[in-house]
C-alpha cells in the first residue's frame, strides 16, 4: 500500500521565502514528489493537519485558504483512490501509475 502525504517541500525555497506544497507518494521504497500549483511560507503550514492556516504573511484571505484546502482534500481523495483501484486489481503497480491520470497537466520529481 502506498503512502501519500502533504508536504512542503523545504528543499525548493523560492527567493521570497515561500516553498512548494506537494504530494509525496512512495511506494515500494520509490518516492514520487507530486506538485501542487500552490507555494506558501513555512508558518502558513500546519504539519500536523496537513493544510494551510491563515497568517498575517499570507498572501491568500481566510476565504481563499478555506477553498485551497477543499481542493487539496479533493486532490488527496483522488490520489489515495486511485491507490485503491490499483490495489484492487492485484497486479503490481509502480508510483508513476498513481499518478498517470494527472500527468499531463502536473508535474512531479523523483528522489
Known amino acids: 500500500m502506498a503512502s501519500i502525504k502533504l508536504l512542503?517541500?523545504?528543499?525548493?525555497?523560492?527567493?521570497?521565502?515561500?516553498?512548494p506544497l506537494v504530494f509525496q507518494i512512495i511506494h515500494q521504497r520509490r518516492k514520487l514528489l507530486y506538485y501542487t500549483k500552490y507555494r506558501v511560507f513555512q508558518q502558513q503550514f500546519n504539519n500536523e493537519l496537513r493544510e494551510i492556516e491563515y497568517c498575517e504573511s499570507?498572501?491568500?484571505s481566510v476565504k481563499e485558504i478555506a477553498e485551497i484546502n477543499r481542493e487539496l482534500r479533493r486532490e488527496y481523495k483522488k490520489l489515495k483512490?486511485?491507490?485503491?483501484?490499483?490495489?484492487?486489481?492485484?497486479?503490481?503497480?509502480?508510483?508513476e501509475?498513481?499518478?498517470?491520470?494527472?500527468?499531463?497537466?502536473?508535474?512531479h520529481s523523483y528522489n
Open 8 to 19: 512542503l517541500n523545504k528543499q525548493r525555497m523560492l527567493n521570497d521565502g515561500r516553498f
Open 58 to 60: 499570507s498572501a491568500y
Open 81 to 95: 483512490n486511485r491507490v485503491l483501484e490499483l490495489e484492487k486489481a492485484n497486479e503490481p503497480y509502480s508510483v
Open 97 to 107: 501509475d498513481i499518478v498517470e491520470s494527472n500527468k499531463k497537466d502536473s508535474r
